[in-house]
């Protein structure tokens, strides 16, 4: 699941103070998304805790910040994932094979009377929650280029 965050709260003056970063500084942007990527894996992590009632060890285990990297001529991009096996069936729902309905009310599929078990779509909740706390992070990325390599 892909997070496209666009920058819309910024004014014009603070992208074009990124973009000048993104140019001149390209290691100080790398690290600035690779901790942006460490803040929305604990967010996920926080929600897999809240979301979920049981069995989140190996889901929090399973999340993972990839590297950040250059996606194009001049984007760049940082990946955060769940590599458990069992993370697309928490995510997105799953047919619960050769149980009936039990428990807590769930949708019966079809003609089978099997139990369909809804997704906790964690990871789009987090995604959806994350740009605002981003743009606060570019904000200070902003301040501390300005501060420390005199943009501007």
Known sequence: ????????????????LLDL??????????????????????????NYKSGTTQGTKNLIKGLK??????YGKDEWQVRVKNTAPHAWLVE?????????AQGKPKLIVGNTGEAFVRGKNVMGKTAKAFPSEYQGLAEE??????NEKGLG
């Open 65 to 70: 910040r990839d590297r950040a990297y250059k």
């Open 1 to 16: 699941m892909g997070i496209d965050i666009e920058a819309e709260g910024l004014s014009e003056f603070s992208q074009e």
């Open 141 to 146: 990325f902003i301040d501390k280029m300005l």
């Open 92 to 100: 997105h729902g799953h047919v619960m094979l050769g149980h009936s």
């Open 21 to 46: 970063a993104t140019k001149d500084f390209p290691k100080d942007t790398k690290n600035f998304l690779q901790r942006a990527g460490n803040k929305l894996k604990a967010n996920a992590k926080n």
